[in-house]
């Protein structure tokens, strides 16, 4: 009799029956011992293989920490030499530093005194330039200013000479000798009448009428200031001729009976105002000076009329202040070999002032000459110093770690093996 453990019915088997089950049994717990027991191996083996693993994975973390170990130890010691080096490298580049900072600063000092000098040269420089300049503008303005009123004076001169010219081409063929020269004489005293107001208010001029002596001039001229100081006195003579007059007479032949009338009439200046030798060159150049023969005498053609009086009143006034002191020393009753003195004493005192200013002149020049050379040697020297600076600008950049340490193989060998790391 078997009992069911589940439901606990009791039933009957057999011989057979019992020995096919207790079989069946038998192979079942066999199995569940077998897989059991394989299992536990299974189990083992693996524990034994973690085991294994584990005491392998130790020994190898080990030897990986005694080579990671090894390696920290190697890099430190790395790291020291580095340092090492570097510190020794460092050093020796700030002793470098320290002589390159020296040896700029030496430069920066010359280069300095260099540019302060040079400055102090170039100002000296710029301001001689600027007086040369300033002086040479000067003069060209007033020689600007002087070529356009010579340039102006003579176009009034040329414009009047062209004026008088027609004016005589119109005349000449329709008037008689005398006819001719009376329009001389119209013609001048016309010009002076028209400018008399604007340029000769206090003169004079007149037809000379007192012949007592026996000749007369055509016309005379007289000016004094506001004292009756006489500033300018002329004794004028117009003459003139037609084309077709027989007898053609010179201008040299009045020159004496010129001269006479002057001296005779107390008048200062004689003035021949001629047409005659029409062809001459020597009177158609401007104003002839004749005093080589007879004194204080001059001959121009009628354009020159009114310029002639204005360069002799001219000339006059500058010395006005001259006769007014005569004027004056002969009110006084001063004797006149006083004034004779204090004449030559004038004489002798502008002589020496001239001299003075001459030598001063030439002195002037010879400096501004040193000045120009002085000026060439300084630009010399600052092309010299140009190119020292250059030279020691050039030496520096040249100045580098690999040259410093080529007479050092210590520093040399720790540069290469930093290199090589």
Known sequence: EIKCPNCGEVFTVNESQYSELLS????????????????????????????VQQALLSQKEQEISNLQSQIAQFETQQELAKKEAEQAASLQLQEKDKELQQLESQLTTLRLEHENQLQKTLSALEKERDEVKNQLVLQEKEAALAQ??????????LRQKDETIEFY???????????IGESLEQHCEYEFNKNRMAMFPRAEFGKDNDARTGSKGDYIYREVDENGVEILSIMFEMKNEGD???????????????????????????????????DSELYNSGIVDVSYT?????????????????????????SLQYKQELALVREQNIDITHFEEDLDAFKVAFAKNYQSASTNFGKAIEEIDKAIRRMEEIKKFLTTSENQLRLANNKLDDVSVKKLTRKNPTMKAKFEALKEK
């Open 24 to 51: 069946q049994v038998r192979t079942a717990e066999f199995d569940k011992e077998i897989h059991a027991r394989i299992e536990q191996e299974l189990a083992l083996a693996e524990q034994k293989s973690q085991n």
């Open 169 to 179: 081409k119109d005349f000449k063929a329709k008037q008689s000798t005398k006819m």
């Open 148 to 157: 356009t009123s010579l340039k102006e004076r003579y176009e009034v001169e």
């Open 244 to 278: 077709e007059t027989a007898t053609k007479k010179k201008n040299e032949h009045f020159f004496k009976e010129l001269d006479k009338d002057r001296r005779e009439k107390g008048c200062e200046y004689a003035i021949l105002v001629t047409l005659l030798e029409a």
């Open 294 to 318: 007879y004194e204080k005498m001059y001959v121009i053609r009628p354009q020159f009329f009114l310029p002639m009086i204005t360069l002799l009143r001219n000339a006059a006034l500058n």
